[in-house]
């Protein structure tokens, strides 16, 4: 009997080993998933660092890019106020030199006008000195 009784407690000790065999593989097989939870989460936040700082980038030089056009944008502006100012300066020298040019065309239309009359005074005062 005590053989027996031998036999069940070395039966009863390996089977309290095997399960704290297999207790012991539960641990580590849970240390092992937390470890590559944790590491996936460092990974995770690694990458979520990165995005936030390609982010910022992002909009540092959409910022800059948009300042960029605002000089630009002004720029173009002046431009345009500048090319509208030399336009009416063009126009009102254009509208002065035409008026000009029409007044000297009349003035050297009169002073065609006076010489014809003067060549037909001429003309008739030798026509007269011939007769």
């Known amino acids: 009997m005590q053989m027996n009784q031998s036999y069940s ?3 009863q000790a ?3 080993a095997e399960e704290r065999r297999e207790a012991a593989e539960g641990q580590r097989a849970l240390a092992e998933g937390t470890r590559q939870r944790q590491e996936e989460t460092r990974q995770y936040a690694e990458g979520t660092r990165l995005t936030a700082e390609v982010l910022r ?3 540092e030089s959409a910022r800059q ?3 960029d056009l605002r000089h630009q944008a002004e720029g173009a502006r002046q431009a345009t106020e500048e090319l509208r ?8 020298t254009l509208c ?6 029409a007044q000297l065309l009349a003035s050297m239309q009169r002073t065609i006008h006076m010489f014809r009359e ?14």
């Open 65 to 67: 890019t948009a300042e």
């Open 96 to 101: 002065r030199v035409t008026q000009e040019q």
């Open 85 to 92: 100012d030399q336009t009416q300066q063009t126009a009102e």
């Open 14 to 16: 390996q089977q309290q």
């Open 9 to 11: 407690q070395n039966g």
């Open 57 to 59: 980038h992002v909009q």
């Open 118 to 131: 003067i060549e037909q005074r001429l003309n008739a005062a030798e026509d007269q000195r011939h007769c």
